[in-house]
């Protein structure tokens, strides 16, 4: 390169936003049976009895939960005690929900809370992408049973714990946003699963789709709910996680993802691997995952 020559400087891909999942109209799913621990939720909705609803499903989840009509209120509040999660009405009168994620997250940084949108109406993939670089984890459009917010609001705080304890081992932020893990991450991704299914026995199954190219995964996240994490095993095969899943779940899930891979990689096979009566979490990872998991004895 001669010295008049400009330095080319490489071009820097932003990161992917982390997964949303949007739940449909109607949508019902069984409450996972988890303890959350502590935690506080504001509810941002100009129709009051909505922050009813949501503020009496939240506080049964265990939450301790504020409600306010304006967002102008949640945020000022937000500056002396600051909210784990935050349920918005996006479209009510008054309320622009990226805007108030925005000064949110320069208010909190890191520690900014979690949003899910509560909707009547399915929001543009455009206004997602960016909801979800500002924290925005799950989308519900109305109307909605009464379990499917109280479980999507559980699986969003499970994800998150997961994601920052991942964040403190040492996972980078892309491998996490991308739920698509290298064999060092994925071994690190189990380890937290376990720990995080221990804390409370529920149904744990998983999928392993014995094919890991670009388009078989590409295949695999798109026929699945954007918060099931996707892991890489060390013989190159795909698994994908399913909290909260039994095995007739399980087989509900496989079937898709046969379907979708099917067209991609003849070859490909997807087996259903179900957590036994007796069996401990970590013993379904090792037995799922080989030589990721450490092992006992």
Do not use: N, Y
């Not at 008049?4 to 949508?27: F, K, R």
């Not at 026995?201 to 798109?222: C, D, F, H, N, Q």
């Not at 997807?270 to 092992?295: F, H």
């Amino acid at each position: 390169m001669s010295p008049d020559e400009p330095e080319q400087i490489p071009a820097v891909e932003d990161p992917a936003p982390p997964p949303v999942e949007v739940v449909p109209e109607g949508t019902g799913r069984v409450r996972p049976d988890q303890a959350i621990g502590p935690r506080r939720a504001f509810v941002v909705d100009a129709s009051a009895s909505m922050q009813l609803i949501s503020t009496t499903l939240l506080r049964i989840a265990g939450f301790t939960v504020e409600s306010f009509g304006s967002p102008a209120e949640a945020v000022q509040r937000s500056i002396d005690l600051r909210p784990d999660l935050m349920v918005v009405e996006p479209r009510s009168p008054g309320i622009d929900a990226l805007a108030t994620m925005r000064v949110l997250r320069e208010l909190h940084r890191d520690h900014a809370p979690v949003v899910i949108w509560c909707t009547t109406v399915v929001p543009e993939p455009d206004q997602v992408d960016e909801g979800s670089r500002l924290g925005l984890r799950g989308v519900i459009i109305k109307p909605f049973r009464l379990e499917a917010l109280t479980s999507l609001v559980l699986r969003v705080c499970r994800d998150e714990d997961r994601d920052r304890r991942l964040r403190e081992l040492g996972v980078p932020s892309e491998q996490i946003a991308s739920r698509s893990l290298d064999e060092h991450a994925t071994r690190l991704w189990a380890q937290v699963e376990g720990e995080t299914v221990a804390a409370a026995p529920r149904p744990l199954s998983m999928v392993r789709v014995t094919a890991g190219g670009a388009e078989v995964g590409a295949a695999v996240r798109g026929a699945l709910r954007s918060t099931d994490t996707v892991g890489r095993a060390p013989d190159g095969s795909l698994v994908v996680l399913l909290p909260d899943v039994d095995e007739a779940g399980a087989a509900v899930v496989a079937a898709r993802l046969t379907r979708a891979v099917a067209g991609v990689e003849q070859g490909a096979r997807v087996v259903p691997v179900s957590r036994g009566p007796a069996e401990e979490p970590v013993e379904l990872l090792e037995r799922s995952l080989p030589e990721v998991t450490p092992r006992h004895g």
